[in-house]
């Protein structure tokens, strides 16, 4: 009981530091928002690599995996920066709020219902319930946020598929641990584990708005 509290608190602490990081970073913008970019897909792609290392399949689909994961960062990485950019610091915490939602509303889903699981063989702690509370955290923070950012060009409720689109990339990374024999995915991060673990679903949920807006299906609401 001692040991599950002090991890509690090693998993809270390092979650408000990693919070206070990134949201000061998301603030400011410019280059300082630029460094965290850097910084954290740097370390993503090494913990990524890693990970596909220990993984038990041959040496043409690693390097296939590789290169999805080189196209997978460096894409979000981008998207977001031009969400940050153009569209301002409101949208981007859209993008994230939706994320860190869709994570808290399963986690809470989960342990409340319990219920079938998901993807036993993948993931043993996964659960309907989980992602559907996913989902629909996700759906109240994108519409709050959306609607505070002035959001046009697409729905509000895409936070509902936003949800589905964060849990499917945690799964997947998910996968990617179990074909690898591995907890987690680095020791970076007290109580967390590696900074992948904690932004698996940030990458395809960037990926997908960024490009949108820069297809120009995502816009904000001119003030007046």
Request: aromatic share 8%; net charge positive; hydrophobic share 60%.
């Amino acid at each position: 009981m001692a040991a599950a509290k002090s991890d509690m608190w090693t998993r809270i602490g390092s979650a408000i530091v990693l919070f206070a990081i990134a949201g000061t970073a998301l603030w400011f913008g410019g280059l300082a928002f630029a460094l965290l970019l850097l910084v954290g897909g740097a370390l993503v792609l090494v913990e990524w690599a890693v990970l596909v290392r220990a993984m038990t399949m041959g040496g043409g689909a690693k390097a296939a995996l590789n290169l999805l994961g080189v196209a997978l960062v460096l894409g979000s990485m981008a998207a977001l920066w031009f969400i940050r950019d153009t569209l301002g610091m409101t949208v981007a915490l859209w993008v994230f709020g939706m994320v860190w939602a869709a994570d808290i509303g399963a986690y809470c889903a989960g342990r409340a219902f319990g219920g079938t699981r998901l993807a036993p063989r993948i993931s043993p702690s996964k659960t309907w319930s989980g992602l559907i509370g996913g989902m629909v955290a996700a759906l109240v923070a994108g519409a709050t946020i959306g609607d505070r950012a002035g959001i046009i060009g697409v729905p509000l409720w895409i936070g509902l598929f936003m949800g589905l689109l964060a849990q499917l990339g945690d799964l997947a990374q998910s996968w990617m641990k179990r074909r690898a024999g591995v907890k987690d995915s680095g020791k970076l991060i007290p109580g967390h584990g590696g900074l992948f673990d904690r932004v698996d679903g940030v990458l395809p949920v960037a990926l997908l708005l960024g490009a949108l807006a820069f297809a120009g299906q995502i816009a904000v609401r001119a003030a007046g």
